[in-house]
């Protein structure tokens, strides 16, 4: 993968009210490179407003660390996971990791999550229950608040007889509020994923095409799941749409 394949996946954006983020995707370390070499490319051009890393950890570099080197040399653009799971990483774990990114940053994180798809399959699992990602999406944004967050079920702490023997979890390191709140944006494609992430995630992405007929059952499955959940209906969507480059246009819609 090259810088080339960013500056060509995307059309210039002129529409104000339109965020557009570019997704880079690809196999190997050198992802790595490529990620942060376009996002400083990116961060030139107004009509780009971010950049994601994949996290699949069989079929690419980190991509915390990638998010770290594209912040070192970028001043605007925000820079975010593509997304992560509830897996392959405790929440508090993955709290530290993007907060690290918002701190090199000065506030430009963003945490994207899912159910889990190549960085699973890879490990011999399927997508995580969504009872287990409701729970992984609540427990990481507590600590991302900044709170006290309980122990899991099955821990055996105990066993170690600390003098100071923590009796929950927090990341104390942490400072809420010296910038802004890192924002929790959820990958849903069904209702039950749309409906936890609409009652715990700060924003929602859908995967479900670009027809707008799926996206707006997608809002509107969000909307209700708020309101039955006693909070407003309104909160931040956005939608994957998939893009295909080509110099022909009816080659690129095959």
């Known amino acids: 993968i090259g810088d080339a394949y960013v500056y060509d996946l995307i059309l210039a954006n002129t529409d104000p009210d339109l965020?557009?983020?570019?997704d880079i995707s690809g196999t190997g370390a050198g992802l790595i490179k490529a990620g942060a070499n376009s996002a400083m490319a990116l961060s030139g051009n107004n009509t780009y407003d971010g950049l994601t890393t994949v996290d699949?950890?069989?079929l690419s570099g980190d991509c915390y660390v990638g998010l770290a080197l594209a912040a070192t040399g970028t001043s605007r653009i925000k820079l975010g996971t593509g997304v992560t799971n509830p897996f392959t990483r405790h929440p508090a774990v993955t709290a530290c990791a993007i907060a690290t990114v918002h701190a090199v940053s000065q506030g430009r994180a963003v945490l994207g999550i899912g159910r889990g798809d190549s960085a699973l399959a890879h490990l011999g699992f399927s997508p995580a229950p969504v009872k287990k990602f409701e729970d992984y999406v609540w427990r990481l944004q507590g600590y991302l608040n900044g709170e006290e967050v309980p122990f899991e079920e099955g821990g055996n702490v105990?066993?170690?007889?600390?003098?100071?023997?923590?009796?929950?979890?927090?990341?104390?390191?942490?400072?809420?509020?010296?910038?802004?709140?890192?924002?929790?944006?959820v990958a849903a494609t069904g209702p039950k994923v749309i409906a936890a992430a609409a009652r715990h995630a700060d924003r929602i992405t859908f995967a479900v095409g670009a027809d707008p007929a799926r996206i707006r059952w997608g809002i509107e499955t969000a909307r209700a799941a708020r309101v039955k959940a006693g909070l407003a209906p309104?909160?931040?969507?956005?939608a994957y749409v998939n893009c295909v480059v080509h110099d022909d246009p009816e080659v690129g819609r095959r």
């Open 19 to 22: 965020s557009i983020t570019a």
């Open 56 to 58: 699949s950890q069989n």
């Open 158 to 185: 105990d066993a170690l007889r600390l003098a100071n023997q923590p009796t929950s979890s927090r990341i104390e390191w942490l400072r809420p509020g010296r910038y802004p709140k890192i924002p929790v944006n």
């Open 234 to 238: 309104d909160m931040p969507f956005g």
